[in-house]
C-alpha cells in the first residue's frame, strides 16, 4: 500500500522559514520524480517545485524561486522543502506527490498525493 505522508507545517511570521518533509513508502522512492505543490482557499492547485529520480533537475514555479529550495534522500525515502523569506502569499496546504513521469509542475503527472500540510504566514 503506498502512503505519502507530508509533515513541517505550520504558523511562521513573514519572513520566516519552514521545513516541510514527505515521507512515501509502498513504492519504488527512487524511481519517481517527486513535486510539490500548494492550494490556497479558492484558488486551484499550483506547482511549487519539483525534482527529479537522483537530484538532477529541479524546477522551481517563478513565485519561489530563490526563496524556496527542493531536496530529496533516497536512502530514507524523504522528500523536503525549505522554505525562506515566507511571504503571506505562500498560505496554503502544501501537498508531496509522486509520479512516474519526469519532474514537473503539472499535477496531472503524478500518481500518488499525501494529505497536505497547512502553512500559514501572518503579516
Known amino acids: 500500500q503506498v502512503q505519502v505522508v507530508e509533515s513541517g507545517g505550520g504558523l511562521v511570521q513573514a519572513g520566516g522559514s519552514l521545513r516541510l518533509s514527505c515521507t512515501a513508502s509502498?513504492?519504488?522512492?527512487?524511481?519517481?520524480?517527486m513535486g510539490w505543490f500548494r492550494q490556497a482557499p479558492g484558488k486551484e492547485r499550483e506547482g511549487v517545485s519539483c525534482?527529479?529520480?537522483?537530484?538532477?533537475?529541479?524546477i522551481y514555479a517563478d513565485s519561489v524561486k530563490g526563496r524556496f529550495t527542493i531536496s530529496r534522500d533516497n536512502a530514507k525515502n524523504t522528500l523536503y522543502l525549505q522554505m525562506n523569506s515566507l511571504k503571506p502569499e505562500d498560505t496554503a496546504i502544501y501537498y508531496c506527490?509522486?509520479?512516474?513521469?519526469?519532474?514537473?509542475?503539472?499535477?496531472?503527472?503524478?500518481?500518488?498525493w499525501g494529505q497536505g500540510t497547512q502553512v500559514t504566514v501572518s503579516s
Open positions: 525534482i527529479s529520480r537522483f537530484s538532477s533537475t529541479a
Open positions: 506527490a509522486a509520479g512516474r513521469y519526469t519532474a514537473s509542475l503539472l499535477p496531472a503527472h503524478y500518481n500518488y
Open positions: 509502498g513504492l519504488t522512492f527512487d524511481g519517481l520524480a
